[in-house]
């Protein structure tokens, strides 16, 4: 089970690894830009807003040769913590967690008593770029965002561009110091079809969003495929989404009693070769 979940918290990182400094761009006063931004405003608007986001999810992730496929109920807490609990089939019995906030990553392996604890910076040094909380939240729920910034707003969205590619979609760009970000969107809907972060050591990864559901007059994603390109290695992750609900209230954390072994984050190392 742990080297089943080691592939799971070792695909997400590659996935989740956005670098958090953006570069100025040149701020344009014509008609077009303004259109764009106007356009970008229509698309903050209908992504799904919420307060405590609650959905079951199919994931299988891959990686070379191996895949697994494993039921998750995932709870997000906006801009304070997610939660993400792997569940057995028919009996619903929680085998494994990872949880995310400001202060990293916490992995537990429930049916053998182990976890392991990621920091930000250990998360930096194992990907060679920054991880921020808000652009984890922003990807898994389908919206846009600047790395290192909270949320858009009229302030920062003048630093992205809009134009139109060959298919008639409208791309929102944000290039960075170190990465490239492109929001592919459809125009008549609104909705984000793509996310792609391409950083300038070779990482990339595209986000595609699909199966969009109404959730209180704006839209949620029901469907998420992840490719993430770490040269030499490749990373999939296919989320299937349902039942979902959105509330109030907080997110009950785990607690680990002194029955639970702490891992070292070798043993992730370890295992990344054979991936």
């Given at each position: 089970?742990?080297?089943?979940?080691?592939?799971?918290?070792?695909?997400?990182?590659?996935?989740?690894?956005?670098?958090?400094?953006?570069?100025?761009?040149?701020v344009r006063t014509?008609?077009?830009?303004?259109?764009?931004?106007?356009?970008?405003?229509?698309?903050?608007?209908?992504?799904?807003?919420?307060?405590?986001?609650?959905?079951?999810?199919?994931?299988?992730?891959?990686?070379?040769?191996?895949?697994?496929?494993?039921?998750?109920?995932?709870?997000?807490?906006?801009?304070?913590?997610?939660?993400?609990?792997?569940v057995l089939p028919?009996?619903?019995?929680?085998?494994?967690?990872?949880?995310?906030?400001?202060?990293?990553?916490?992995?537990?392996?429930?049916?053998?008593?182990?976890?392991?604890?990621?920091?930000?910076?250990?998360?930096?040094?194992?990907?060679?770029?920054?991880?921020?909380?808000?652009?984890?939240?922003?990807?898994?729920?389908?919206?846009?965002?600047?790395?290192?910034?909270?949320?858009?707003?009229?302030?920062?969205?003048?630093?992205?561009?809009?134009?139109?590619?060959?298919?008639?979609?409208?791309?929102?760009?944000?290039?960075?110091?170190?990465?490239?970000?492109?929001?592919?969107?459809?125009?008549?809907?609104?909705?984000?079809?793509?996310?792609?972060?391409?950083?300038?050591?070779?990482?990339?990864?595209?986000?595609?969003?699909?199966?969009?559901?109404?959730?209180?007059?704006?839209?949620?994603?029901?469907?998420?495929?992840?490719?993430?390109?770490?040269?030499?290695?490749?990373?999939?992750?296919?989320?299937?989404?349902?039942?979902?609900?959105?509330?109030?209230?907080?997110?009950?954390?785990?607690?680990?009693?002194?029955?639970?072994?702490?891992?070292?984050?070798?043993?992730?190392?370890?295992?990344?070769?054979?991936?």
């Amino acid at each position: 089970m742990l080297r089943n979940i080691s592939l799971f918290i070792v695909v997400i990182i590659a996935a989740l690894a956005v670098s958090c400094r953006t570069s100025k761009q040149e701020v344009r006063t014509n008609t077009e830009y303004e259109n764009g931004q106007k356009y970008i405003e229509s698309v903050m608007q209908n992504c799904c807003g919420f307060d405590l986001l609650s959905y079951k999810m199919k994931l299988t992730a891959s990686a070379n040769t191996q895949s697994i496929s494993a039921n998750c109920n995932v709870k997000i807490k906006k801009d304070k913590f997610i939660s993400i609990s792997v569940v057995l089939p028919i009996l619903g019995i929680e085998v494994a967690r990872m949880e995310i906030d400001h202060n990293g990553l916490l992995l537990v392996d429930k049916w053998h008593k182990k976890y392991l604890t990621f920091s930000n910076e250990d998360i930096k040094n194992m990907c060679g770029i920054e991880l921020n909380y808000y652009s984890i939240q922003a990807l898994m729920t389908g919206h846009l965002f600047i790395p290192g910034e909270k949320h858009l707003n009229k302030g920062n969205i003048r630093h992205l561009l809009t134009s139109k590619d060959e298919s008639g979609n409208i791309v929102i760009a944000l290039s960075g110091k170190t990465y490239r970000l492109d929001f592919t969107t459809i125009a008549a809907s609104r909705q984000i079809a793509q996310t792609e972060v391409a950083a300038r050591e070779g990482k990339k990864m595209k986000w595609h969003y699909n199966k969009y559901s109404k959730q209180e007059n704006r839209q949620f994603p029901t469907s998420i495929k992840v490719e993430i390109e770490s040269h030499p290695q490749k990373f999939y992750l296919n989320m299937d989404i349902s039942r979902i609900a959105n509330s109030t209230g907080e997110i009950e954390k785990i607690e680990l009693s002194d029955r639970y072994e702490k891992a070292s984050i070798n043993d992730i190392n370890k295992l990344i070769p054979s991936f």
